[in-house]
């Protein structure tokens, strides 16, 4: 059989096996239920969970089960707004997705680079104000970032970014660049007190899933594994690895707070390290969230030694806790220009916060930074530092989500919620020391 009729023979296979999606409103008050049948693969599980992640879908309630070669999901689903889902093309994408080879269904969790664009990967040991060092070297060689995402958990690093060359707005081709670019990069993540070695990579467009991609550089540069300045007395995730007697089943049992993307952080982790999900079940109540997974290894045996079953709590852990960084979250709105980001992550720093997470988006012009912060010595902020930081960003959008310690002295209008427009111009180019 030659690579055409293979290939022939699998889209067969994809058709007659395709997953099969029942949508009900009607069976639960409070939730719509998606049902989805598929046949049983390592990856189906974080598949089904990865669509409706990226769809931005809450899943309150769900049940995971495998039977001979099937394997039958069934998820009670709500919108942002908790409200049951009413949109027939969410429901049609989802169809779509699940009997594509990619199961991506848009930017949200999806980044199609074309030829214009170039990624870059890095990890490396976390520490106040490596961000804004990153973004001041790709600024100083002309790279803009049209996208980003930055993880930091356990005094590690990640960050997945998307460039181009200013002066082209294409993606850059000339391999000197490429090694300046590599080599500069190395040297701002690299730190003498660590013996881990930092990573830095540059590839060719391409597909891929940015969250799932961050979990597995962290999982490769070792997050969870807690530093001893990290082990502190704060409450982690509820953790237990157990053996099921009699049926040759690991079960894992999760207790933490909920949030969006929850299930798609454990699932994918339970995958990443080589584990089937044969049985399972997440219900969230309130602001808590319960899971449980009955697992297997591929090699279809159950955890066979204690350290096993630790590094299974370990990384569990590390999963929940990797996109719920403590901190006071700053979101920003403005128009976008060349060294933006190079200069908002400069103010930052300046100000003495430390920048645990980032997600950058550029659209149309405009940008969107979301951030998640502390001080230098991951304590609160200090309402004034915010007050102060609104002031040297000029008309952009400043949101701040969360409390802070103490409310800040802000003009009546927009004290109440937090929303603070631009009073001062934006400043020139000659400022962010561009010209």
Same mark, same amino acid.
């Given at each position: 059989?030659?690579?055409? +009729? ?5 889209? !067969? ?23 989805? +049948?598929?046949? $049983? ?7 089904? %969970?990865?669509?409706?992640?990226? !769809?931005?879908?809450?899943?309150? $309630? ?5 039977? /001979? ?12 707004? @908790? ?35 170039? !990624? ?58 490429? &090694? ?10 690299? +730190?003498? /007190? +660590? ?7 540059? &590839? ?6 940015? @969250? ?43 207790? &933490? ?29 309130? $602001? $808590? ?10 090699? /279809?045996?159950?955890? &066979? ?21 403590? @901190? !006071? ?35 149309? @012009? ?39 310690? %103490? ?29």
């Amino acid at each position: 059989m030659d690579d055409h +009729d293979v290939d022939a023979y699998a889209k !067969l296979l994809r058709r007659v096996n395709s997953p099969r999606v029942v949508v009900d409103n009607d069976a639960c008050e409070h939730a719509t239920v998606i049902q989805v +049948d598929t046949v $049983k693969r390592q990856v189906a599980l974080l598949e089904v %969970v990865q669509v409706l992640t990226d !769809l931005n879908l809450a899943i309150t $309630k769900a049940y995971m089960s495998s039977d /001979g070669v099937w394997f039958m999901n069934v998820f009670y689903v709500t919108d942002d707004h @908790g409200n049951k889902i009413r949109d027939e093309g969410i429901f049609n994408c989802i169809e779509k997705a699940l009997e594509s080879d990619a199961c991506m269904v848009n930017s949200t969790g999806k980044i199609l680079l074309s030829k214009d664009h170039n !990624l870059i990967e890095l990890t490396g040991t976390d520490r106040p104000g490596l961000l804004s060092e990153v973004c001041a070297v790709l600024t100083d060689l002309r790279c803009n970032v049209v996208s980003a995402e930055i993880w930091a958990h356990n005094a590690r690093a990640a960050a997945v970014i998307h460039i181009t060359d200013q002066s082209t707005g294409a993606a850059i081709e000339d391999p000197r660049k490429l &090694s300046l670019i590599k080599k500069l990069l190395y040297n701002v993540l690299k +730190d003498h /007190g +660590d013996f881990r070695t930092p990573i830095v990579s540059i &590839s060719a467009p391409g597909e891929i899933h940015t @969250g799932r991609r961050l979990h597995q550089m962290m999982f490769a540069a070792r997050d969870f594994e807690r530093p001893d300045s990290e082990i502190d007395g704060s409450v982690r995730p509820d953790v237990t690895v157990l053996d099921c007697p009699g049926r040759d089943y690991t079960v894992v049992t999760a207790t &933490s707070i909920d949030r969006p993307k929850l299930l798609f952080d454990t699932v994918c982790t339970l995958t990443d390290m080589q584990y089937l999900v044969f049985h399972g079940a997440v219900v969230t109540d309130s $602001k $808590k969230a319960y899971q449980e997974y009955y697992i297997r290894h591929v090699d /279809g045996f159950p955890t &066979s030694s204690e350290a096993e079953r630790q590094r299974v709590i370990e990384c569990i852990q590390a999963a929940i806790e990797r996109r719920a960084s403590e @901190g !006071l979250q700053l979101e920003l709105f403005t128009d976008d220009h060349f060294g933006l980001l190079s200069y908002i992550t400069r103010i930052l720093r300046e100000n003495g916060l430390w920048a645990k997470s980032a997600e950058i988006s550029t659209r149309n @012009g405009k940008a969107k930074h979301n951030y998640i912060v502390t001080d230098v010595s991951g304590n609160p902020v200090d309402p004034k530092t915010i007050f102060l930081i609104h002031q040297q960003m000029g008309q952009t959008v400043l949101q701040v989500k969360g409390n802070l310690s %103490v409310p800040p002295k802000f003009p009546q209008e927009t004290s109440r919620s937090f929303l603070f427009r631009g009073l001062f111009r934006c400043p020139s180019f000659q400022n962010f020391g561009l010209s």
